[in-house]
């Protein structure tokens, strides 16, 4: 890429929102993609495939791929290129899959309708891929439909099928930020063998630099869609030359001792021998003998692998999966298993925000829109009332009123997700379950936002259930933790007995599995788990 200029069509007029940006990689290169939401990471990766995002426009540059030019090239070269050539892994596997297709299906599709191989061949291929990307029944999951696997495992899929055609560019957007710990560090082990082994070039986009760092060999600094800084990614580690390189490779601090605390008994959610099961009784069980107590202004925050379960417990508690066994009881009163039994009040106290905002927000709806459906929904407020209040919410997510007009396609991944806390505070609950709110947000904003929901918590005594696998998020915000595992509760605690040794066995295991700022770190460690089942030989093997 040559002097790449993007303009995106925002409050009504055409607006640069990539600025004259150089990007140049050999075969066999990583270069890696870093700053906050917003700063035009991930439209500089997608214009690599001669692509841009429904409202935007290349205006200028030049965009060459092995001697092709694609800003001129016709639909039916592009098509040739993309899918086999060039592939993506999107930021959002959830809304990036077709639900109404099985995972190996779809799979499939590229290597088959490109002549690749046949339908045996690639079935076989991918089944071996799923189990290289440590895919739980790699042999059957594939005949799963998407809504029917945890977020983790659907990048993972994910992954699998932009590796499906040996392509000579592969597009990371984020693709771990989904991820658990541990499963990341097993991605991330895939996509280095990936890049190492077939000689292809990469662009890993991400907000996480300590990420980056693992598989990149240069890195590029983007804020509001100019180059900040770009250099070898060993010596950007060391000595980063820019104040905002710095600030980005800051660590979150642990938060500050909050102003109000619960008082003893104040008890505001208790869950009691939870079980429950997809499909039922009989049928699958997902959780098992689950008990908590959550009290008034505290947080518990819930870690654990891809599927172990943190999700679905919020499904339980929310009524969206109704409990095959136990209780849930809310400031005393005990809940209807069901939402769909549950009155306007019940609902309106406990919110939730979802781990993927791509599909969480209704993509007709503008901003102001969804934030003025609960408002209108709980407290009947309309009209001029209504706009005001929203403005309030957009300001307190730090956003503001140019928002309002704006559909879910026109934001940031980071920026969806703020419109999603906004939506769940609209209803003024007592109690919030945060599933992953962070994960796609870069780390100047999350700290932003994790400062935002503390001094909420502290002015209005909202509790949360805060799900989440990045430890850092952990020590930041919560007061007790539970560890799951399996369905089930591990460990359970008060933050500071959970988080100092001696730890238990698989907490240690998360906590030593959260990357470092090293560009060593993942090679290290994955050759000190010497015999753990993070090697099952080159990944070629699999790609034959």
Known sequence: MQGLRIEGFQEERWQEIV???DVELDRGRVLGLIGESGAGKSTIGIASMGF?????RITGGSITFDGLELTSSNDENLRQL????ISYVAQSAAASFNPAHRLIAQYVEAPVQHGVMDMSQAESQGKRLYKRLDLPDPENIGNRYPHQVSGGQLQRAMVAMAMACKPDLIVFDEPTTALDVTTQIEVLAAIKDAIRELNTAAIYISHDLAVVAQVSDRIMVLRYGEMVEIGDARAMIAAPREDYTRA???????REDKVHHAEEGDTLLEVRDVSASYGGPGGVPVLEDITLDLTRCNTIAVVGESGSGKSTLARAITGLLPPTKGSIVFEGKELPP?????DKEMLRRLQMIYQMPDVALNPRQTVQQVLGRPLSFYFGMEGKAQRERVVELLEQIELNARYLDRFPSELSGGEKQRVCIARALAAKPDMIICDEVTSALDQLVADGILRLLQ?????????YLFITHDLATVKAISDEIV??????VVEHGPRDVILSPPYHEYTELLLASVPEMDPDWLDNLLHTRAGARLREGPISEQLT
């Open 455 to 463: 001094r909420l918590q502290n002015e209005l005594k909202v509790s």
């Open 82 to 85: 993309r899918g086999v050539r």
């Open 19 to 21: 600025k004259g940006v």
């Open 338 to 342: 069901s939402f769909k039994q549950r």
């Open 248 to 254: 980005l490779l800051s660590v979150r601090k642990v």
């Open 52 to 56: 841009c995002r429904p409202g935007c």
């Open 483 to 488: 560890v799951m595992l399996n369905g089930r």
